[in-house]
């Protein structure tokens, strides 16, 4: 009972920055996590971050760390994915999910429709 909209998508350049949003409604807080997957073409989803709504720890893939945080408005409902130094491997649909624990795909019950991700070298 939980759905989710992505946003801030688009096609920046090699260095830029570019912050996501997911807007969630329903249960929400009912699921374990929210968690941030990329899917590039004719690849694996990939785990990128995630972050529990009790007690807000995060967790990030190690391709990820240091250029990428993942935060939380528990008022607005929404999670946020802002995203620094991109890199052209950084190019793929992100897509915000629900449920969790952990970095598996399967693990999480919601699905946001996914947002294009471009970074240009």
């Known amino acids: 009972q939980v759905q989710l909209v992505e946003s801030g998508g688009g096609l920046v350049q090699a260095g830029g920055s570019l912050r996501l949003s997911c807007a969630a409604s329903g249960r929400t807080f009912s699921s374990n996590a929210m968690a941030w997957f990329r899917q590039a073409p004719e690849k694996e989803r990939e785990f990128v971050t995630a972050i529990s709504w009790s007690g807000g720890n995060t967790y990030y893939a190690d391709s990820v760390k240091g250029r990428f945080t993942i935060s939380r408005d528990n008022a607005k409902n929404t999670v946020y994915l802002q995203m620094n130094s991109l890199k052209p491997e950084d190019t793929a649909v992100y897509y915000c999910?629900?449920?969790?624990?952990?970095?598996?795909?399967?693990?999480?019950?919601?699905w946001g429709q996914g947002t294009q991700v471009t970074v240009s070298s």
């Open positions: 999910a629900a449920g969790g624990p952990g970095p598996a795909s399967y693990a999480y019950d919601y």
